[in-house]
């Protein structure tokens, strides 16, 4: 089923139920499925209506609309198009893919190809999260690593974009979540909007404090993928937290598991004695890119990264369930779980 019709009867019973939890000092909460995820949005101020959380959720369906490569939820989308192109022309984009793009192949270069937004022959060789996932042989992953190059990426004057052999392809799954919760974040605001807390599957985007201005408190999931439980609390405000690991998306063959996040150098899920990455950082996609690149990157290069990064921090949680901090966050995080230990 297209994704897009099944968005607007989702938005419809959002609708609904918005207004019917609508009482005096409670939240403005909505939900709705996009982006492959549950989306929540609880508006803390006062006064507002419901569609103003049905116009968030239309921003976010048009963004998906524009950046997904799923052919099984889109016959067309710009990166689709682009991505079909590959070897032959220049598709021209919109601004929104543009900056996407923009900004995935500056984090490409920023981590040395850890993040790859060229990522895309091998995410589906893989098949992770769809009905096709397998484990592919030893040649077919050799010629899809052969088609991964971030520095092979032309977005061109005009908002065009080119990608030189066919077979090439850009995958924009690690950070278009972070893109649409700023976008989503900046509407709010821009309607008013001074405390709210958005959480896109597990990106959460805190606007403001809370209403009564001291910081929000938020969770940090325990890397077994259990939602319910954390590991510890960060005490925040005005920040975007979010979280990469190995159990958001995976499937089994032979008793192995295989997840969703990819190293180009391997062809191979990244392994590294990591469980998961947190990153906190203003703008959600700046949290959303670095979270992926520094699960790829693994602790030690991971960390050093974020150290540069004045603008982030982050959390590392390894498999021998230490927890290892960057300088900057150690006073807003509360370690909770006694099963797992500071560095
Ligand atoms: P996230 O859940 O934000 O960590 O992003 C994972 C998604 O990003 C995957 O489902 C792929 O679509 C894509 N991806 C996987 N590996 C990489 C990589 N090395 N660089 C960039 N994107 C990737
Ligand atoms: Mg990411």
Redesign the pocket.
């Known amino acids: 089923m297209k994704l897009r019709t099944l968005v607007f009867p989702v938005l419809l019973s959002v609708s609904l139920l918005v207004s019917s939890c609508q009482r005096s000092n409670e939240p403005l909460r909505g939900n709705t499925y996009l982006l492959?995820t549950v989306l929540n949005v609880a508006v803390h101020d006062g006064g507002y209506r419901e569609e103003l959380i049905d116009r968030v959720f239309e921003r976010v369906a048009e963004i998906e609309a524009r950046m997904s490569?799923s052919t099984t939820d889109y016959e067309t989308t710009e990166l689709l198009a682009v991505n079909r192109a590959a070897g032959a022309n220049p598709v021209s984009v919109s601004a929104d893919t543009y900056a996407v793009l923009q900004e995935?192949l500056h984090?490409?270069r920023l981590?040395n190809?850890?993040?790859?937004?060229t990522?895309?022959p091998?995410?589906t060789l893989w098949g992770?999260?769809t009905d096709s996932a397998r484990v592919p042989d030893r040649v077919e992953i050799d010629d899809a690593r052969r088609l991964i190059d971030y520095s092979a990426l032309e977005l061109l004057p005009g908002r065009e974009v080119r990608l030189p052999l066919a077979g090439m392809g850009v995958?924009?799954?690690?950070?278009a979540?972070?893109y649409a919760a700023d976008e989503a974040s900046r509407i709010l605001r821009e309607a008013g909007v001074e405390h709210a807390l958005l959480d896109f599957g597990g990106?959460i985007l805190l606007l403001g404090s809370k209403p009564d201005g001291s910081p929000w408190r938020i969770g940090v999931q325990r890397p077994d993928g259990e939602r319910s439980s954390f590991i510890g609390v960060l005490t925040l405000a005005d920040q975007s937290v979010?979280t990469?690991?190995p159990y958001?998306?995976f499937f089994e063959q032979d008793g192995v598991r295989y997840h969703?996040?990819?190293?180009?150098a391997t062809g191979y899920?990244?392994e590294n004695g990591l469980s998961q990455v947190t990153i906190v950082a203003a703008r959600s996609m700046v949290a959303?890119?670095l979270?992926?690149?520094c699960?790829?990157l693994g602790l030690e290069e991971g960390r050093a990264l974020v150290e540069s990064l004045p603008e982030a921090e982050a959390i590392f949680v390894t498999e021998d369930r230490v927890v290892h901090l960057t300088e900057g966050i150690g006073d807003r995080f509360e370690l909770t779980d006694p099963a797992y230990r500071l560095e």
Not at 171 to 175: F, L, M, N, P
Not at 260 to 264: A, E, P, R
């Open positions: 492959g490569t995935a984090f490409s981590t190809g850890a993040f790859d937004v990522i895309w091998l995410v992770i999260g995958d924009v799954g690690a950070i979540k972070g990106n979010v990469s690991g958001e998306r969703h996040i990819l190293d180009s899920p990244a959303d890119a979270s992926t690149a699960y790829v």
